[in-house]
DNA sequence: TTGTATGCGTTATCAT
DNA sequence: ATGATAACGCATACAA
């Protein structure tokens, strides 16, 4: 493709102009009659530099436009400055709040964020990661059904990981929401508002926060009101869609249920819309609750009671976390951290009556939510 | 920090195990006996090797777990594979979508995407595509308010651009979405159903996107009764909140428009949660649509008529283009696609009566969506 | 078909 | 404070 340039010409070479490709150290080092040494210097700072030269370096770097080439700084620093991102197939809102979060923090702190994300099956997480050697320098892994051990096979050796929402694994940072948690103080809020049956529409199987907050949500009527009926869980896969279908069956139980539950908001909103569709007054006849709080929530009719999960700080505190990985080298332990969620209480639960347009939730706090600094 | 290995004790270095560092092409080489430049060349396979060298060489590799390096091969042959993605503090749902569209393609062709979100002002951006040399083949840029010629002064020479829904500027390939058509067949539509006030809410002010939906809501009324009216346009910034403000003074403005369309869905789902809770019904006191057509819109009540439009076509194309202009390398002709877009009716703007539950919409595509190969 | 040697653009280790 | 130069890990022109 491209010729090579015999460096036994270097007159011929010299009246040249800029090459194509991009200007180079050694072309500030010519154009400022110093050496390479002196111009890498000045770019990195750690060594002491005359005053003048310093000067005379960047104004020539300026006019010439040179900015260090990314790869061959790698090669000897043994360091990219690029983290990696791992996503899973998820849906709308969390994603952006994530990748937000994440790269915050990495631009604040140099680097940058390579992200992959619609990893259906095992094996294509596998391979991304593989092909992760020298272009990054860490990974954030956000896959809620990987396990740990085929993550540690596969990633190459000594690459810093934290996981995200994953099943913790030893030998890994990791760093999660408090689904349990938050599930649990749902269910208890709703059985405190007297209802004793509550459906639940569940998330995708196998996923680990669908079914931690169905444990929450097990637990939490169960200390209320004793062991939940099986039928009062409905199967669905965080889309609206599936929050629909589950809204319609839950319709048809008997005795039907006073209370619904969605393992997400993006169910949740889909249930309304099936229970509106039948008829059936939210939150009179039927109070409901999602999880996330995603924005939207607070202007649906009625505005949505959920659980308010801080997904920029995930992606945030994740990234931090990686960082502190990056900085500790091998001497690094691993950590295990749970994000906290707070109750958003609005009006499709009934506990409170519409006031002006209901949009300015009062928030019953489960447990403070860490703050992070700005 | 790492200390340096001398190369001039390689009986030493033999019995050592691997190092911590990752395994390199050399020790592949040893382990099979062969030169580090055939095993570069059953990795590349643009060379002839014997089969049975080939399976050695594969087999060696797989055991030492190799993995060439990114940067060390960027250095020699130009190209990282990777590719940039800049993108403006933006909305949940079109975010993920854009990078879901881009990354398809491009890890189908081998590449990774480097992200860079949030970039609020102008500086921030150059300073981001600047730190981008070395380490893409290309970048797209989606920032609806930076010039062209601010981005090609700081674009490191010869990268190849490809520009998202920003102002098209000669010199770049540019992609977008048809923001005037589909405004203006909406604001067509609207008049088309006997609306004869109708208010719009606009987009952040200096936001190529929102600027065009306004000229098409514009024309499309003008071409139906003349003139519209400049008080039936009020200022938003694309987020729930701002529709919701704006909702509020439409409901002031005298005389009080019938209809609403907004410049994007979150802002009419904000607008339609004012006027609910101001009583106002939906779509029989005041008509209602927006633009995007994300998810939820189909799942508000009462569903909300929008205009649809493809996000991850949308970034899919953009990738596809800037593998064109990669391949296509110096002699690469620079081009400008719009994508279409098609309306979506739905019960919020009084076209049609609640049949079930109003959840499928029946499309009057205005023209039709050019089809992505999958 | 395979091996040898060189260069990619930078940083780091020596000197000076 | 600055210069010369050897790595870094790989791909390729060239020789064999």
Redesign the interface.
């Known amino acids: 493709m ?1 010729a090579y340039r015999a460096t036994t010409a270097p007159e011929a070479e010299r009246t040249l102009p ?1 090459r ?4 180079t150290i050694r072309e500030v080092a010519r154009a400022t009659g110093l050496s390479v040494a002196t111009i890498s210097r000045v770019l990195n700072g750690k060594s002491a530099v005359r005053e003048e030269t310093r000067k005379k370096v960047l104004a020539a770097a300026a006019r010439l ?1 040179w ?9 000897n620093t ?1 360091e ?1 400055r ?1 983290v990696g991102v791992l996503l899973p ?9 994530i ?2 979060g994440i ?2 923090i990495a ?1 604040r702190r140099g680097f ?7 990893h259906s099956d095992r094996s294509e997480t596998e391979d ?1 990661l ?2 992760l ?3 990054v320098d860490g990974v954030i892994v956000m896959s809620p059904t990987i396990a740990a051990r085929d993550l540690r096979d596969n990633l ?3 690459l810093p990981a934290v996981l995200l929402n994953c099943i913790a694994g030893k030998g890994f940072d990791s760093i999660s929401i408090d689904n349990y948690g938050g599930a649990y103080a749902m269910a208890r809020h709703l059985s405190g508002l007297g209802h004793r049956r509550v459906a639940f529409i569940a998330g995708p199987p196998g996923n680990h926060d669908a079914e931690e907050r169905r444990r929450g949500f097990r637990d939490g009527l169960r200390t209320s009101w004793g062991t939940p009926r099986g039928e009062w869980e409905v199967e669905g896969d965080f889309g ?1 869609e599936s929050g ?1 279908r589950a809204g319609k069956e839950i319709l048809c139980l008997s005795p039907r249920p006073t209370a619904v539950f969605a393992a997400n908001d ?1 169910m949740a ?2 249930c ?3 229970l ?3 008829g059936v007054e939210v939150p009179d006849q039927m109070a409901l609750a999602g999880f996330d709080d ?3 929530s ?4 009625p ?1 949505l009671t959920s659980v308010r999960v801080s997904i920029g700080e995930l992606g945030a505190r994740a990234m931090e976390r990686l960082l502190t990985a990056l900085a500790d080298g091998a001497g690094h332990t691993h950590q295990h951290e749970t994000l906290t969620t707070s109750l958003v209480v609005r009006e499709s639960c009934g506990a409170r009556r ?1 006031p ?4 300015s939730p009062r928030r019953k706090t489960t447990r403070s939510i860490q703050e992070e600094k700005r």
Chains 1, 2 share one sequence.
Do not use: M
């Not at 940058?112 to 619609?118: F, K, N, T």
């Not at 607070?298 to 009719?301: E, N, P, S, V």
């Not at 002006?356 to 949009?359: E, F, V």
């Open positions: 491209r800029a194509r490709e991009g200007v436009r900015v260090p080439h990314g790869a061959a700084r790698s090669l043994k990219t690029n197939d998820i849906y709308g809102e969390f994603f952006s709040e990748i937000r790269d915050l631009r940058h964020v390579l992200v992959s994300s619609s991304v593989r092909a050697r020298g272009r190459p050796e000594g609206e629909f993006a909103i889909g309304l819309s099936a509106q569709g039948a995603i924005p939207i607070r202007f649906t009719a505005p519409a002006g347009a209901g949009r």
